[in-house]
C-alpha cells in the first residue's frame, strides 16, 4: 500500500510537470524550458541530500549517470511534443510507451501478480490507451512528428525508470543527484551547440522551474516506490500521470475531454484498486 501511495504521488506530479513544461516549451524553444527546468530540480535533490543521505558508490554512479542521459533526452523530446500538439492526446501515448519497458523487466526479474494484479495490471494499461484515444472527431489531431516525438519521450523515460530502479537500494538519493547532474550537463552542452538555434525569446522562467521540481519529486517518489514495491505495478501505476495532465489541460486550456478519455479515468480508478489488493 506504501509503494502504491507513493507511486500514485509520483504519477500526479509527473503529470502537473509535463502540463507546466508544456506550457513553457510553447513560449520559448524547448532547449531554454530545459535549462531552466533541469538546474531547478537538481537544487531540489541537494536540498534532499541531508535529510535522506546518499551513497556515491559504482552502482549509484553509474545507473544515475545512465538515467541522466535518458532524462535529458526524455526532458527534450516530451516538452517538444506537447509544444506541438494536443496535450490530451500526447502525453497518455508517452505514458503508454513508458508504461511497456518496465512492465517487461519487471516480469522478465520474477516479479509475479496476484489474482487482482492480474486483472488490474491490464486494465491500467487499457485505462491509458482510452484516454489517448479519446480525442474524439472534432478535436485537434496531432501532427506524424508530434506521435514520434511522444513516442521517443516515452522510450526515454522507460529507460530513466528502469535505470533509477536498477540502483543500489541503500544509495539513498545518489542516484538522482548524479542523473540530474548528467541531465544538466548534457543539456548546457546541446544548447552551446544550438545556441543559434534558439531564438531571442526568454524561458517562462518561473513555469519551467516549477515544472523541473515537481519532476524531481516525481523521480524521488518513484524511486522510492520502486524500493518498497514491484516494479511492474509501481510503473503502470506511474504511467497514469496523463490523468493530471489531461484535466489541468481541460482546465487551463479548454481542451476538449472526450467521453472515451472520461471511461478511461474511471478504468484507471478500478485498475489502481485492484493494483491495491495485489
Known amino acids: 500500500m506504501i509503494a502504491l501511495l507513493l507511486a500514485l504521488g509520483s504519477s500526479l506530479a509527473y503529470g502537473c510537470a509535463d502540463f507546466l513544461g508544456g506550457l513553457g516549451a510553447r513560449k520559448a524553444h524547448v532547449l531554454r524550458t530545459v535549462l531552466v527546468a533541469a538546474p531547478a530540480s537538481l537544487a531540489v535533490e541537494l536540498l534532499l541530500w541531508p535529510v535522506l543521505g546518499a551513497s556515491f558508490g559504482s552502482g549509484a554512479l553509474g545507473w544515475g549517470a545512465a538515467s541522466g542521459v535518458a532524462s535529458a533526452a526524455a526532458f527534450a523530446l516530451l516538452y517538444r511534443s506537447l509544444a506541438l500538439g494536443p496535450m490530451n492526446v500526447l502525453s497518455p501515448v508517452t505514458a503508454l510507451v513508458s508504461a511497456a519497458l518496465p512492465v517487461a523487466v519487471g516480469l522478465l526479474q520474477g516479479e509475479r501478480l496476484g489474482a487482482a494484479g492480474l486483472v488490474g495490471l491490464p486494465l491500467a494499461l487499457l485505462a491509458v490507451v482510452l484516454?489517448?484515444?479519446?480525442?474524439?472527431?472534432?478535436a485537434a489531431r496531432p501532427s506524424r512528428t508530434a506521435l514520434l516525438l511522444a513516442f521517443g519521450a516515452g522510450a526515454a523515460i522507460a529507460l530513466q525508470l528502469v535505470f533509477l530502479h536498477q540502483a543500489p537500494s541503500d544509495s539513498g538519493v545518489a542516484p538522482l543527484i548524479t542523473g540530474r547532474a548528467v541531465s544538466s550537463a548534457v543539456t548546457l552542452a546541446a544548447a552551446g551547440l544550438l545556441r543559434r538555434r534558439l531564438g531571442p525569446e526568454r524561458p517562462?522562467?518561473?513555469?519551467?522551474?516549477?515544472a523541473g521540481v515537481l519532476d524531481s519529486v516525481a523521480n524521488l517518489l518513484f524511486l522510492l516506490a520502486a524500493r518498497s514495491g514491484d516494479l511492474t505495478v509501481v510503473a503502470v501505476i506511474t504511467a497514469l500521470y496523463p490523468a493530471g495532465t489531461v484535466l489541468l489541460a481541460r482546465g487551463v486550456l479548454a481542451e476538449r475531454i472526450h467521453r472515451g478519455q472520461l471511461v478511461g479515468l474511471g478504468t484507471a480508478a478500478v485498475a489502481v484498486s485492484l493494483l491495491a489488493l495485489t
Open 131 to 138: 484516454v489517448s484515444a479519446g480525442h474524439g472527431a472534432g
Open 204 to 210: 517562462a522562467y518561473a513555469l519551467s522551474a516549477t
